[in-house]
């Protein structure tokens, strides 16, 4: 890359990363900058550290510029917006475009093609003001020191030819090493992303062309956990992730919870395993999510690189328990789980514990006054710690009879009841 024309810095972190960025737009004296793939950026928090610094930062991408005017947060990685249908996008284009730039015309209906109309408006007016521009990158090409940005709009093309200087932030996971490698990548990426043979844009750019396209490019390989995550033996190969967001479409929990659970920028299983893995155990956000997984297998099966989630999950969620076994409190889920090994480490005690839970169950269903749909009783509101759960969750009333003892009085089923 340096040979080529390129400035190469090193991020050990976000901080770090931030910091070059701004430097290099102060050095300009630029007051807004234009962006593409950001979801490094994202992870950097990138147009905190901008608009902190008086730079403002545009997203390009038609659905980060619909999250960005809607000051929200992406809910998947190919498609951030997901979560919001054509009306919504509609008010917030009327509702934000004129205090940011070019305003969306009054006549604006929610049908697609006139919203998309109006984004590019929207969009071309900074395209061709910006100066400078800040990029991801797909792949990074260690023997051509080429980077690569894949995408569907044309926004990239526009990003990365029309500014005078260039800022592509890449993850260190992001490196093949030969051309060869990236011409199965470049193959493997449209087809389990969205389906397609080939995406329409592929753009690729290599240092600086005495002439053509930005006269000054920065390139920040950011580490930020990634190196941690290398040393992790099972771990590590989460970062062979081409984020294809396959497994994001086939898993069952993030089908029901959506993106903005998973609380961070990379959602569904490869986020419950990404997010522990970059920023290690020890924080409750990240590690609750290596149990968001019904652990079905169905990411692994669709994974085109093959990254083994389950195996992940299980492994992330051992390093969670072994870094709270001292604790001198222990969490409500381990006390309850002691509870249950207790219970279920003899048959008279597991005996004791049904004939309890049956007369809980009896007394929720003749005193109770929650009811699910089709008329089983629940518990209400917990206190204490089960409050917690309660608070969102139905507790159903337990059987009033255990399958042991139904088993004993109809003899196996063999008997009416
Ligand atoms: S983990 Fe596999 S399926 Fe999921 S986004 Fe990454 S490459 Fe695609």
Known sequence: MTARGAVVHWARDAADANRVIVDVARTHAVDEVVKVKSMVT?????????ADAGIAAWETDLAELIVQLGDDLPSHILVPAIHRNRAEIREIFLRRMHEVGRPAPTELTDEPVVLAAAARE????????????????????????????????????????????????????????????????????????????????????????????????????LDNGRTRALADEVGRQALRCIRCSACLNVCPVYERVGGHAYGSVYPGPIGAILNPLLKGTGDPQTDSLPYASSLCGACFEVCPVRIDIPEVLVHLRTQVVDARRDDSVPKPEAVAMRAAGYAFGNA??????????????????????????????????????????TGARDLPAPPRESFRAWWRRTKGGRVDE
């Open 42 to 50: 994202q992870e950097i928090d990138l147009n905190g550290a901008l």
């Open 122 to 221: 929207h969009l071309r007016e900074k395209f061709l003001r910006a100066r400078m521009a800040v990029s991801g990158a797909n792949f990074a090409v260690a023997d051509t020191g080429t980077l690569v940005v894949v995408e569907s709009e044309g926004n990239g093309r526009m990003c990365l030819t029309l500014p005078e200087v260039l800022v592509s932030v890449v993850g260190i996971e992001k490196v093949v090493p030969t051309f060869a490698e990236l011409d199965s990548l470049l193959r493997l990426l449209p087809r389990s992303s969205t389906g397609e043979r080939m995406n329409p844009y592929t753009s690729m750019w290599t240092g600086v062309t005495p002439g053509d396209g930005p006269q000054e490019v920065h390139v920040v390989l």
């Open 348 to 389: 008279r005690r597991l005996r004791w514990a049904e004939r309890v839970s049956g007369l809980a169950g009896r007394a929720l269903t003749r005193f109770g006054r929650s009811r699910l749909p089709g008329g089983r009783a629940a518990a209400g509101r917990l206190p204490g710690p089960g409050a917690a759960w």
